[in-house]
């Protein structure tokens, strides 16, 4: 049984991580195709940072693990320890075709799969490279179902 | 100087150590040697100087068995190795071949006298296992630290990382 | 962080980030107060075992592989693969599709130009040139889309040619397009060579000699900054570059500074160029016929990427797939370059000079650790930037 108060407590917080998360953005092998496109996210074009959504340096401050391409053998310790450093709760977009298949990578030796393979994934979002609507849209589909 | 005046340049520089040339392309000249004169070619190469070294390229050729139904098959631990050290220089690429056999797969390093090439021959000792004699360094460059010893992935044999 | 310290050691670990085959690097800086002392890299981050996996894959296949290289400068490694097939099967592509070929590379060469100052003038602490040359880059990336119809990776080549065409209304767009950027980059030019504090941080920073620049193989805008004449769109044309020839623009200097203003004079050349090129677009073809089965033998394909000669050697045995493809790209050849300008620089300067030589910095999870007296500590790439930024108030 959760306290009114808790209740309520958990409502500000939901209300504030929808409207302002914090992300981390990750490359785990990826050719940068969808990095750059993640990067231009936060340019003048399409500036997310002017709904709350911000780009962080540390995995500590982040609510929100932002990957790209496939998990390659060297990257994947790094990326389940930046992970396990995010603080509950913690979601995970996986960006591009590469995040959910592998791509175009898939069988070549250097790399162990895709990131749902390693960690667990709460959106895909699929192009090659998704463009930086399909990127916001993505992190919004995320953020509603924070919301219900 | 045209293409083929600054090809035969590269060529008479190394005439001394060739073992036979071939003329793959208008613009290249491969010219083959003996492994343990790499570092006088080169050092010539770069002396006259002629161009750059734009890459070191290995090549596994392995020996091959045919099974009944004619399908080809690696025959680990028999066959050779091939490095190219290509030089560019302008429109032309001067191309140094020498073939190591698997078992001595040694070769001595030229990054003393190019520093260019230490990234380069890394990188061959790791994927195709070749020892770089006299290199500064043996540390891992590409693959990860945990990587078998003695796995080599750019061999024919190497078909995959076994499940562990 | 006052110089009474012992020395340090510093660990730097440049997560992954160039994309490139091998690219993304780990550097260990080792420190004395505040000066570089020794300096080493690791590689591999993103091996994805690429040069392998072309192995298994048929000519056609590879093509899309190769294409994935490096997602900036991805129609140079397509175009570079491609020319070396065709050179295997025999081929001549028809003069419209190698028109179209530098087009786009030139394109990409434009967009991958203002990424790095964006991201090098945001590593120096300048980040409002960063947010104006990123918003500017989306006018080059709106030309590509309208043209192949992808931002990044557009797959405008096929073995034999290229799939896309340009008509009337793209070639006014990209008028328009050049006569926007031209005027825009007349102002970075201003900046980067005018104001004071960028000069600060850039000018007598990190310099390289001619001689120095030779013997460590620097190829691209890092080797012609410092007066290295080597541009493989001149010296061994491909695609039309015989047609629609680039002049190559080297300095002298060495510095930062002339790595700032040969990349934005190259931005010139490219408006230049393109223009020349859609208005005189030969007539022809878009693609020849190529055969799925390679004849023996091998080849070496060099072309310009955005940051310097990317050499290609395909070898075939006669069967629809390689034998060998080897890719050697660009920023492998300027680590070197890094490496030894890094010796006797402040650790302040550490971030402008590797963003200097472009490696594509494009993620934002570099980490730094410190060793400092053996306690382990961590910084982040954020925190170098910082102290670079802070040092130079
Ligand atoms: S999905 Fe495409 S653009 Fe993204 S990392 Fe993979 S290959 Fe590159």
New interface residues.
Partial sequence: MTSPIEGVMDKVKTWARVNSPWAIHFNSGSCNGCDIEILATLTPRYDVERFGIKLQGSPRHADVLICTGPVT??ARDRLVRIYEQMPEPKFVVAVGSCGISGGVFQGC??VVGDIGDVIPVNVYVPGCPPRPEAIIYGVVQLLKSLQS | MDMEQKLQAATDIVKEWTISTNN??A??VDAVIAPENVKKAVAALLDA?WG????I????HPEYSTDEAGVKHVIPDKGTLEL?Y?F?G????F?LRLTLPYDHAVVDTICDI???A???ER?AAE?FGIDFAGAP?K??????ED?PAGVY??R?A?T??KQS | MGSEKKPEKFVVSIGPQHPA??EPGHFEFGVEGEIVTSA?????FV?R?M??GT?SRTWVQNLYLMERVCGICSHVHAMAYAQGVE?LAHVEVPPRARAIRELIAELERIHSHLLWLGVAAHEGGFDTLFMLSWRDRETVMDLLESITGNRVNYSANVLGGVKIDIDEAKISAIHKGMDFLEERTRHYMKVVTEDETFLGRTRNIGSMSLDLA????AVGPTARASGVT?DVRV??PYAAYADFPIKVVTDTAGDLEARFVVRIKELYESFRVIRELIDHMPASELTTRIPRRMPE????S?VEAPRG?L?Y?L?SNGSDMP??I?V?TPS??N??SVL?TAVGHKLADMPMILAGIDPCFSCNDRMVLVNQDNNLSTWSWEDLRQYGIEYYK
Avoid: I
Avoid at chain 2, 90 to 93: E, H, I, L
């Fill in positions: 053998l060297q030796y250097g | 793959p392309e613009n290249r100087p750059y070294l734009s890459a390229t290995g090549v596994d190219l290509h560019s302008g429109a032309v690429v191309t190019d520093m260019a230490q990234l380069y990188e994927l360094s540390e891992h460059l590409v693959l990860p990587w992935p750019l024919k190497f995959g990382l | 085959l091998k080493t890299a690791r590689l591999g091996h075992g040069e392998k192995e050179k030779l013997r460590l193989g080597y010296d061994s033998g091998e080849v070496v060099r000669e050499f050697y070898k034998e060998r080897k050697r492998l050849c680590w070197g030894s």
